[in-house]
């Protein structure tokens, strides 16, 4: 079947425009989880989605990033005025539920802020 | 809160080497451990895991065992091939109730042949 999906799988914007990166997880999965990863770093949790709880936003860097799920399918994740230092891979995963479960990825989006 | 260490990369190894990569851990309760592996242009995948103490993962050739004595799930592979050139993400999840996995960062692997 169908894995995780994104879009754009590459992105290049000028400092201070806001941008919106689009993940489309597996059917079925309930679990949603944004990270971002910049070169040579490993994975920065930003926030976690499951099934129709509130979101955990604990690791989102500052204000100027949201996401959003629709029920349990696509998700968005929107960062406004954007930053030279906002530059990086962003991952999308899903999976079937908790923590326990093994995390299938997305191919990312290559954000690049000049 | 919750750890992962990883071995600084890169590691370069010939092929037919033996691999270690090193990872310990600090973690509440009891967590499950994780191997992902990262190909070049793609994202991650699920190499292995193991969800409770001395349990061992392994896939491709690869193995891993859940040491909660020291705190470790290193991983290795008898012999290395070209193909395995790679990131290997070593990660802990659904430690002290918590279902945010934690992620170590990152070892690349580069094999010459």
């Known amino acids: 079947g169908a894995g995780v999906s994104q879009s754009p799988s590459n992105k290049v914007t000028e400092k201070g425009k806001d941008v919106e990166l689009r993940c489309d997880p597996i059917?079925?999965?309930?679990?949603l989880y944004w990270y971002r990863q910049r070169l040579g770093q490993g994975l920065e949790f930003l926030i976690y989605?499951?099934?129709?709880?509130?979101?955990?936003k604990s690791g989102l860097p500052s204000d100027r990033f949201s996401a959003e799920r629709t029920g349990e399918s696509v998700s968005t994740l929107t960062i406004q005025r954007t930053q030279q230092e906002d530059s990086a891979v962003y991952l999308c995963?899903?999976?079937?539920?908790?923590?326990?479960?093994?995390?299938?990825f997305g191919p990312g989006t290559r954000l690049t802020v000049t | 809160g919750d750890s992962v260490t990883q071995m600084e990369g890169p590691v370069t190894l010939s092929e037919e080497a033996f691999l270690t990569i090193n990872c310990t851990y600090t973690?509440?309760?009891?967590?499950?451990l994780f191997w992902y592996v990262q190909y070049p242009g793609e994202g991650l995948q699920l190499l292995l895991k193991?969800?409770?103490?001395?349990d061992k993962g392994s896939n491709k050739g690869f193995e891993a065992t859940y040491r909660k004595e020291t705190t470790s799930f290193h991983l290795e592979k008898g012999s290395v091939q070209v193909s395995d050139s790679a990131v290997y993400f070593c990660?802990?999840?659904?430690?002290?109730?918590?279902?945010?996995?934690?992620f170590g960062r990152g070892t690349s692997l580069i094999v010459h042949p």
């Open positions: 995963a899903s999976s079937l539920g908790t923590g326990f479960d093994e995390q299938y």
């Open positions: 989605f499951q099934g129709n709880s509130a979101p955990d």
């Open positions: 193991a969800t409770k103490a001395d």
């Open positions: 973690a509440t309760g009891y967590p499950s």
């Open positions: 990660a802990l999840a659904a430690s002290g109730g918590s279902y945010i996995p934690t």
């Open positions: 059917s079925g999965h309930t679990a």
